[in-house]
């Protein structure tokens, strides 16, 4: 008489279920990495959402390397976004232009709420930037690069040689910039790497590019969306690949106050209401930190979360 065959089953063996385990992670690793670059408020480089092209030549490198030494300042992603525009929309996007415009007129351009005492000195490193650019690169950044022998390390020499230039403004230049010089690519920061890692994403910019299959302008967009998902507080599951950009924000680590009116994690409109019911209207910041003196003249203060730039209701 035959042997019964055993109802038992087998269960799959260790290597199996590791490879399992890691095809599902990769699949994980893939869908977040397209709802980063595709998402309606992460995907978005930062020149894209200034309107500068890098693909148009020197001249819009110049531009992003202006704009990029206001984001490397103290300043607020909100402030320095409109100061950005400011100074775009006023025409003064190339170093001549800059060079040649009254200093009121750029620090009328740069001029924004919440940046009143910074604009002097933003249009004084600007002017600093733009004279090396027209002196020793005759208006051209392309002869930087011919300068550094298209060598990257000595590109961020140069670059953080410019008046205001630090390594975080450098760092922010390269982040976008590398989809015009290519021999930047795959760059990435400490800062964004660290992010990267938070998600399970690799934290090596050669394995965070292959993730993209090497595409330059995928690669800068996961870049800034790692970067908003952060300044912005959108929720980001790791486990399901999923971004709920819909939920963002700007509320969740207001801790500073004990005595905030507006609870953790609670998104709020341009008009905050008080808990006697007064309305403020959409006013921001111009000091940049907490517990602000409110120049409304209101008795007592508001407390002020910097990378928002609201006022928000009294203590």
């Not at 008489?1 to 994980?28: G, T, Y």
């Not at 110049?62 to 909100?78: D, V």
């Not at 002017?127 to 000595?154: F, I, M, S, W």
Request: proline content about 3%.
């Amino acid at each position: 008489m035959a042997p019964k065959r055993s109802q038992q089953k087998q269960s799959a063996s260790p290597a199996k279920k590791a490879k399992v385990e890691s095809s599902n992670d990769e699949s994980i690793r893939s869908a977040l990495v397209k709802s980063l670059i595709t998402d309606d408020l992460l995907g978005q480089t930062y020149c894209e959402e200034l309107g500068i092209d890098l693909a148009s030549g020197s001249n819009a490198v110049f531009q992003w390397l202006a704009c990029s030494s206001m984001f490397g300042s103290r300043l607020s992603e909100t402030i320095t976004m409109r100061a950005a525009r400011g100074l775009l929309e006023s025409k003064l996007t190339s170093p001549q232009a800059i060079s040649d415009a009254p200093l009121e007129e750029e620090v009328e351009a740069l001029h924004s709420e919440g940046n009143v005492q910074r604009a002097p000195s933003m249009s004084h490193y600007l002017n600093q930037t733009a004279k090396v650019v027209l002196d020793k690169y005759k208006g051209d950044l392309d002869n930087l690069r011919k300068e550094a022998k298209h060598d990257p390390v000595k590109e961020r020499e140069l670059v953080k040689a410019f008046k205001g230039f630090g390594e975080v403004a450098v760092n922010i230049f390269c982040r976008e910039a590398q989809e015009a010089w290519e021999e930047l690519f795959p760059f990435a920061d400490d800062r964004t790497l660290k992010l990267a890692a938070e998600h399970g994403l690799p934290d090596d910019a050669v394995k965070l590019a292959e993730l993209v299959d090497n595409d330059k302008h995928k690669y800068v967009r996961l870049l800034a969306a790692l970067i908003r998902s952060s300044l912005r507080k959108v929720p980001v599951d790791d486990e399901k690949g999923t971004v709920d950009s819909g939920q963002a924000s700007s509320w969740s680590v207001v801790h500073a106050c004990s005595h905030l009116h507006v609870s953790s994690g609670q998104f709020v409109s341009h008009t905050l209401g008080t808990a006697s019911g007064q309305m403020l209207q959409d006013t921001r910041c111009n000091c940049q930190t907490f517990f602000t003196t409110c120049h409304m003249q209101a008795s007592g203060c508001y407390c002020c979360f910097c990378c928002s730039s609201w006022w928000l209701t009294p203590c």
